[in-house]
């Protein structure tokens, strides 16, 4: 069975200051992984994913990922926060060919202090 | 412009009804998938479909049906069976499998009254 784990379900930031977004999985095979951006009241955005080519992943509005084997780790990180990053964000695993869907964490709520 | 739309945006039920979540793509992908969110839950696999006339059940299955008439539609019924219908209920997509991008619905948030 898969699962992730999302440590902090808030997490605060000041605007400019690096944001860090922790992620681990649990899979007995080499997993997929997706960092998805929610806003309010709004369906999921695909922030970006990796599916086992290069460990550093880099998406869109500046986020960027490294999947660590050896930590069973999926951090997201963005250098300097913006306002307008302030979301929910979900990591999300799926092995094989995912055909039963993603599993999803419980969500971390991003909050930008100006 | 392709994409998913879910209809309606926000729902309103009686205890004791059923109601349908509407969910189109015209993305010409073959496989859908309906999740709940709960606050503080995450997103929780209802139903999933990868061919027409095809499903099966997710995590959560108990009180919900749906149906995959066509391969652009899938509908989600809330049926009375389901004691804690009240939540967001999102729906989804992939060309093929879920190890490729999943394109999501803007939700439809069911509330009990």
């Known amino acids: 069975a898969q699962s992730v784990t999302q440590l902090g379900s808030h997490v605060s930031v000041s605007e400019g200051a690096l944001v860090l977004l922790r992620c681990n999985y649990s899979?007995?095979?080499?997993?997929?992984l997706f960092w998805y951006v929610q806003y309010p009241n709004q369906g999921l955005q695909l922030l970006l994913k990796?599916?086992?080519?290069?460990?550093l992943v880099k998406g869109i509005n500046g986020f960027e990922a490294e999947f660590k084997k050896s930590e069973t780790s999926f951090h997201l990180t963005k250098p300097s926060a913006h306002m307008s990053d302030a979301a929910e964000y979900f990591c999300?695993?799926?092995?094989?060919?995912?055909?039963?869907?993603?599993?999803f964490g419980k969500g971390t709520h991003l909050i930008i202090q100006p | 412009d392709g994409g998913i739309t879910q209809s309606p945006k926000y729902l309103f039920r009686k205890e004791g009804q059923n109601v349908t979540l509407s969910c189109e793509q015209n993305?010409?992908?073959?496989?859908m998938y309906w999740y709940r969110q709960d606050p503080g839950q995450g997103l929780r696999l209802i139903y999933y479909?990868?061919?027409?006339?095809?499903?099966q059940k997710g995590d959560i299955a108990e009180g919900y049906s749906v149906s995959r008439e066509k391969k652009e539609s899938f509908p989600l019924t809330v049926t009375s069976a389901q004691k804690n219908p009240t939540a967001f209920y999102l729906c989804?997509?992939?060309?093929?499998?879920?190890?490729?991008?999943?394109?999501f619905g803007q939700g439809t948030r069911l509330t009990v009254v």
């Open positions: 989804a997509s992939t060309h093929g499998v879920m190890n490729t991008e999943a394109f």
């Open positions: 899979s007995s095979v080499p997993p997929y």
């Open positions: 990796y599916t086992s080519a290069a460990t």
């Open positions: 999300a695993v799926v092995t094989g060919r995912g055909a039963d869907g993603l599993t």
């Open positions: 993305l010409n992908h073959d496989a």
């Open positions: 479909s990868q061919i027409v006339n095809d499903f």
